[in-house]
Each structure stands twice: as C-alpha cells, then as structure tokens.
C-alpha cells in the first residue's frame, strides 16, 4: 500500500514537470493605457517597462505595469536602476497587487525591435523565470490608425542554439532552424473587469466614429514611407556586409583544403621514396601545420536578424501602401458623387 502511494506521489510530481505551451497573453485594458502613454511621452526615445501578473497555465495573465526610469550607460546607474524594480515590487506586495514578474514591455520605431540586445534580454530573464513575454509596442505605426502592439518570445529550439553559442549551417540544418523561427508571436487578448465595460459603455458617445477612425483616412503616407525604406536600404547594406563574411570564409575554406591536398599529395609521394628506401613512412596528418587548422564559421545569428528586420520592414511597406491605395479609391468615388 505505501508503494502505490509513493508510486502515485511519484507520478503526480512528474505530470507537474509538463508545462503547456503558451497560447495567450491577456492584458488588460488599464495596462495597455499604461504602456502607450509612457511610450507617446518620450517618443521617439526608447523606453522600456516591467509587467507583472500571473503564469496561469496556458495564459499569461498581466495585470499591471510600471515603466523604467530612463538612464544611461553607468553601473552606478545600473544598480539604481534595479534598486528601483526591487523598490517598486516590494510596494506593491504591500498594497496587495500582483507582482509577480512575467516580463517586460518597449517601444520601438517602424518596428526595429529585432536585435542582439533584445534576444539577450529574454535569456537573462529566462534564467529567473520560467514563462515570460516582451510586449512591443510601436507609436510610430500606431499613428498611422494601428494599435501596433505584438507580445513576443523567444522559441525553444532557438534558445537551445543560442545557449551552445553554435549558429552553425550544420547545426541549423540539424535543428530545422531557419530565420523565420527565432521569434514566437503570441495573440494578445485584452480583458477588462465588469465594472470597467460597463463604465466604458456609459462614456461610449452616441456617434461611432473615433479619432482613430480619422487617422484611417490621412491620405498622406510619405513619411512612414520614407522611414520605412530608408532603414529598409541600411538592412539590405548589413546584410551585403554579413554576406561578404560568407564569402571570404568560404574562399578561405576552399583555399585551405587545395592547400591540404598539394600537402597530403607531397607527403605521400616523400612516404614512397622512404618505404623504397626501407625507412618508416611519415603521418600523413600533422596537427602543428597551420594549414590544418580548422577556420572558425561565422554565426548567423546577426544574418538571420538582418533577414528578419529586413521581412518586417516589406511586410509593413506592404500593408501602408495597399491601405493609402484604398484610400485614394474611396476618395476618388466620393469625388466623382
């Protein structure tokens, strides 16, 4: 009887390990407020903020917020700065509101978010925490009638790469990894409590029509545009430069193996003069020769971020330019009535 029990015990334990994937972010309504105004306040600098919430399963549930103070590149300023969190944390937990910590959030511009810094952030975080997203939130765009606004996360066979530190083309064939599945977006869904719908539902104006139904209409696009194609052309010109690292390994590859070939060819040739003389034949290896050792392969994580960045800029070209022809049709079909 008390095996079964142990054997029991054991294998709730074990079903306790599983953890089930992600499938939601719920935020709510009160801290979205919270991020765009602290990102429209300091645009176009780029802040940064805590979430805090709960890990719920397969939802991940964020309840509240508070922004970064915003510093500079000092540690004095640093352990401030995490002074600060612990400082903030701890007064919520005085006045009983979440503080568990299930991310953070930030701002971007034209939806440059994509770099070294930020994969590093993730995995900093996730030595602490188990679960945790960044919410991307983006005012530029959402000027243009968008609530721009992405949770993302880190997939796990890219964080297995990225902790080996090996972005090989070998071991990215063998994971099946390719530049599209370093980055998971997560659906968001907004929730709000009773109290709140039905507050908004008295405020709510008889008329339909909001500012953000105006900002749909702007017909000037120009600038987004510009911006757009401008950091488009300085990915393309990062991109050409990680290319050329390529190629210059590969031109080094190819030179050092004709180079071990004449080698290995000479050192077979002196090994038959010296079995005709009778004398023992030489390795046909010689690790202390530099022509054999092995040329390092450049990562490809910075390639496979520039390639990212790169589909997200034509993917939001896209999107304004088939949204500002739409426009110009409505127009022209009021214009002609």
Not at 172 to 189: A, G, Q, V, Y
Request: hydrophobic fraction near 35%; charged fraction near 25%; include cysteine.
């Amino acid at each position: 009887m008390a095996n079964s029990m142990a054997k029991s015990f054991l294998q709730v334990a074990a079903t306790e390990e599983v953890v089930s994937p992600l499938r939601v972010v719920q935020i709510e309504g009160l801290v979205i407020l919270k991020i765009i105004k602290h990102c429209k306040e300091f645009s176009p600098a780029l802040v940064t903020g805590q979430l805090l919430g709960l890990d719920v399963g397969s939802v991940l549930e964020v309840t509240n917020c508070f922004p970064f103070p915003i510093r500079e590149e000092d540690e004095e300023i640093e352990a401030d700065g995490a002074n600060y969190q612990l400082e903030m944390m701890r007064c919520l937990r005085e006045v009983n509101v979440d503080n568990n910590t299930v991310g953070w959030y930030q701002s971007t511009i034209l939806g440059s978010y994509q770099t070294v810094e930020l994969i590093e952030t993730f995995m900093n975080y996730q030595e602490n925490i188990r679960r945790c997203v960044c919410i991307i939130y983006d005012p530029s765009r959402s000027n243009q009638g968008v609530l721009a606004l992405k949770a993302l996360k880190l997939s796990d066979s890219f964080m297995e790469l990225y902790r080996a530190n090996s972005f090989t083309g070998e071991k990215l064939r063998e994971k099946n990894l390719s530049w599209m599945d370093i980055f998971e977006e997560i659906p968001i869904k907004v929730s709000n409590s009773a109290l709140i719908s039905a507050f908004m539902t008295e405020l709510e104006p008889d008329t339909p029509v909001t500012q953000c139904d105006y900002d749909r209409l702007q017909l000037s696009s120009n600038p987004y545009m510009e911006r757009n194609m401008e950091f488009l052309i300085e990915c393309m010109d990062d991109l050409s430069v990680e290319q050329q690292k390529f190629q210059f390994y590969y031109r080094s590859l190819s030179r050092q193996q004709a180079q071990q070939q004449a080698w290995l060819q000479k050192r077979r040739a002196d090994n038959m003069q010296r079995k005709a003389a009778g004398e023992d034949p030489l390795p046909e290896e010689d690790p202390s020769n530099p022509i054999f050792k092995p040329i390092p392969e450049p990562s490809r994580l910075e390639s496979f971020l520039i390639t990212n960045q790169i589909a997200n800029y034509c993917s939001q070209i896209n999107g304004v330019s088939g949204q500002s022809f739409n426009r110009l049709y409505l127009m022209k079909s009021l214009h002609d009535n």
